[in-house]
């Protein structure tokens, strides 16, 4: 019995690491999408992002305003392809930390309260991508990893002919 639950570990074990990539690229595209669409439609009504942020007391509320919008604009369009998507994802979780300290700092009484924020999730995902970068179904892994496999293949090649 316990060989045969062994094998199926083994199989399964392989099944999910043959998709490893799947994970990554759903959590992308889920914020990606998402950030794409509120950011085009803060940059869309720009003057309505900055009442309210000036409703709740950012400074410099017009600039915040359209900061924030092109950030989700152009960050989640970033992190959607995954180009540079952990450096994109650094001033979304930025965006998400003032959105709960702000516009959500009514509704945090204790941690329960904050894990069910939507903005909590949100940030912990970007968090996710920037420390686990955007995965194998990724333009940054298309693009680095053939430059990274080039360069090592030149050094390799420089170093056996200096051997020689």
């Known amino acids: 019995m316990s060989t045969f639950i ?13 998709l490893d990539w799947f994970a990554p690229l759903l959590g992308r595209v889920t914020v990606g999408v998402l950030f794409i669409s509120t950011g085009w439609g803060k940059v869309h009504n720009l ?16 600039i915040q305003a359209t900061f924030v919008s092109y950030v989700e604009l ?4 970033l992190v959607l392809v995954g180009l540079f998507a952990r450096w994109a994802s650094l001033p979304l979780i930025g965006s998400m930390a ?18 069910g924020l939507v903005e909590w999730t949100y940030l912990v995902l970007f968090a996710w991508i920037a420390l686990a970068g955007p995965g194998r179904a990724s333009l940054d892994h298309l693009v680095f ?20």
Do not use: C, M, Y
């Open 145 to 164: 990893t053939r430059k990274s496999a080039s360069k090592a293949s030149v050094r390799s090649a420089t170093l056996s002919a200096k051997a020689v």
């Open 6 to 18: 062994e094998r199926a570990r083994l199989r399964l074990e392989r099944a999910a690491k043959q």
């Open 98 to 115: 003032v959105a709960i300290l702000t516009a959500k700092a009514d509704e945090v009484h204790g941690l329960p309260d904050l894990f």
């Open 47 to 62: 003057a309505k992002v900055a009442a309210f942020f000036a409703e709740l007391h950012i400074p410099a509320p017009a």
């Open 74 to 77: 152009i960050g989640g369009a």
